[in-house]
């Protein structure tokens, strides 16, 4: 299948502070990506679409000038969690639709670990 | 009510035997379903697909579908340990996916 990569895998970071999770289509043009948060033994959640060259689209409930998006490229999608708190602590996934696809069929990246400490 | 419903389980099965797992949705509209796989700390990994009523099968997985009923299982036969994880159910309308909880399965050697 396709290859959608995430970095960093983890990621410790101090309360208040900003941390960029990464996500990039290593083998195809992403138009489109989208952004997942898990907490323990629950549903994946999706907390936005970034769409390339535009703002991205926030799920109801999500603080899009907390989690910022920018999807600058075909290939690249960042996630920022700015002025991180403890309770931001969670399992960040990121995912990709390749073109020509069949309908709604994604690849997750390898997911990253936010400790907010 | 939950868009996807799953049971969490843990759905112990032994080595060899079928594993069955069940979805539910509450979208009329969806229009496609897939089952994800994810071990622990990892994120999910697509293994099944269907778009239509019935049976789908690739290697020891099936998916069955069933709009009207708005249900569609996995099953998993000649389960092996390494099938020990938790399945993810999506269910698809447009672009979006809606996740189930997801059933965890444990299969004894």
């Known amino acids: 299948g396709a290859v959608v990569s995430q970095h960093p895998s983890r990621v410790i970071c101090k309360s208040g502070t900003s941390v960029k999770i990464e996500c990039r289509s290593l083998?195809?043009?992403?138009?489109?990506m989208f952004w997942y948060r898990q907490f323990p033994k629950q549903s994946l959640m999706l907390m936005a679409t970034s769409n390339e060259g535009s703002k991205a689209t926030y799920e109801q409930g999500v603080e899009k000038d907390k989690f910022l998006i920018n999807h600058a490229s075909l290939t690249l999608s960042t996630l920022t969690v700015t002025s991180a708190h403890p309770e931001d602590s969670s399992f960040y996934i990121c995912?990709?639709?390749?073109?020509?696809?069949?309908?709604?069929?994604?690849?997750f990246g390898e997911g990253s670990w936010l400790t907010v400490v | 009510q939950k868009e996807v419903e799953q049971n969490s389980g843990p759905l112990s099965v032994p080595e060899g035997a079928i594993a069955s797992l069940n979805c539910t949705y509450s979208d009329r509209v969806s229009q496609s379903f897939f089952w994800y796989r994810q071990y622990s700390g990892k994120s999910p990994e697509l293994i099944m697909s269907i778009y239509s009523n019935g049976d789908k099968e690739d290697g020891r997985f099936t998916a069955q579908l069933n709009k009207a009923s708005q249900y569609v299982s996995l099953l998993i036969r000649d389960s092996q340990p390494s099938d020990s994880a938790t399945y993810l159910c999506?269910?698809?309308?447009?672009?979006?996916?809606?996740f189930g909880a997801g059933t965890t399965v444990t299969v004894r050697a």
């Open positions: 083998d195809f043009q992403a138009t489109t």
């Open positions: 999506a269910v698809g309308s447009d672009y979006k996916l809606s």
């Open positions: 995912s990709a639709r390749p073109p020509r696809t069949a309908r709604n069929t994604i690849y």
